[in-house]
């Protein structure tokens, strides 16, 4: 079965340093990743996605995110954490043998402390 | 600017009376989707259109259900809501299934 992993509940980075907020995955064929933020009482908000070609992937907000196949893995991360990047993170796979619904990983919340 | 609108932003209810949630794009984008949202967890699917296909999640209690007249909209209707459907309702959007989602802001139901 397809499923999305978030080890950490909790992240806390001190400002301006490196931030990673992990994520693994299970998929029976090629992998549709994507990463969104959710401030709070908000919608989520598209970050960046996986789709194929180059393994480091660029998004929004300064934010990028390794694939990594052999690990299985599609870390998020950003060089220089700010305050405001505190929000919640949902890692997410398409699954295409499920007509394509969208598995969301459980969250990792995040704070930047000043 | 192009969105994803949910009416209203909160919504009190009192339990057992039906109610209906609302969600319209300005992206045209063909698929729309409903998801439940409790407490900080991951958004939980409850169905999705596509264009006027529509698919429900196994787990999805038949006390919801959803319409979608046109491209623009999708609602959502609790028939008989109970506390437990006190959540964070969410609705989004996307161009196609291997597109990433535009979410709407969200609304917060209450049932008392």
């Known amino acids: 079965a397809q499923s999305v992993a978030q080890p950490e509940d909790q992240v806390n980075v001190a400002e301006g340093n490196p931030l990673t907020v992990k994520c693994t995955y299970s998929v029976s064929g090629n992998p549709y990743l994507f990463w969104y933020v959710q401030y709070p009482n908000r919608g989520l908000q598209f970050l960046l996605k996986y789709i194929t070609g180059d393994n480091l992937v660029k998004g929004s907000y300064g934010f990028e995110a390794e694939f990594n196949k052999s690990q299985t893995s599609f870390h998020l991360k950003k060089p220089s954490a700010l305050v405001s990047d505190s929000a919640l993170y949902f890692c997410?796979?398409?699954?295409?043998?499920?007509?394509?619904?969208?598995?969301f990983g459980p969250g990792t919340s995040l704070s930047v402390i000043p | 600017d192009a969105m994803v609108i949910q009416n209203p932003r909160y919504q009190v209810t009192q339990f057992g009376k039906p109610v209906t949630l609302s969600c319209s794009q300005t992206l045209n984008h063909n698929v729309m989707y409903w998801y439940q949202q409790k407490s900080s967890q991951a958004p939980k699917l409850l169905f999705h259109y596509y264009d006027k296909d529509f698919n429900n999640e196994a787990d999805t209690p038949d006390n919801f259900q959803s319409r979608r007249p046109n491209t623009s909209f999708c609602f959502l209707d609790i028939r008989s809501p109970g506390l437990g459907d006190a959540a964070m309702y969410l609705c989004?959007?996307?161009?196609?299934?291997?597109?990433?989602?535009?979410f709407g802001p969200g609304t917060r139901l209450t049932v008392t």
């Open positions: 989004a959007t996307s161009d196609g299934f291997l597109a990433e989602q535009y």
């Open positions: 997410a796979v398409r699954d295409k043998a499920s007509y394509d619904k969208v598995i």
